[in-house]
């Protein structure tokens, strides 16, 4: 099983979570994205722009934060906030 948990914060405080769960037989590039993706739909959000220091951070713990400059349309909130819980 494969979770991701995806949240929004505003001022130090979460507003919005959701927890992805995936049980495709994929890879966890594949499994990340396709789960970003629903946590994007869920939220109502444009996808957000993955920069050099998502990626690096991401692989390093698992965990990144995109901020308002990584979405093309402006957001309400401070930062989306991704993590993987669990993985296969």
């Not at 309400?76 to 669990?86: A, R, S």
Request: charged share 35%; hydrophobic share 40%.
């Amino acid at each position: 099983m494969f979770r991701l948990w995806g949240r929004i914060f505003k001022d130090n405080h979460m507003l919005k979570d959701v927890t992805i769960c995936n049980d495709a037989d994929d890879t966890r590039t594949h499994k990340v994205f396709a789960a970003l993706e629903d946590i994007c739909v869920h939220f109502d959000l444009a996808k957000p722009i993955w920069l050099d220091s998502n990626i690096k951070e991401f692989k390093r713990i698992a965990k990144t934060r995109f901020t308002k400059d990584s979405f093309i349309e402006s957001v309400d909130f401070d930062y989306l906030e991704i993590q993987i819980i669990e993985e296969d």
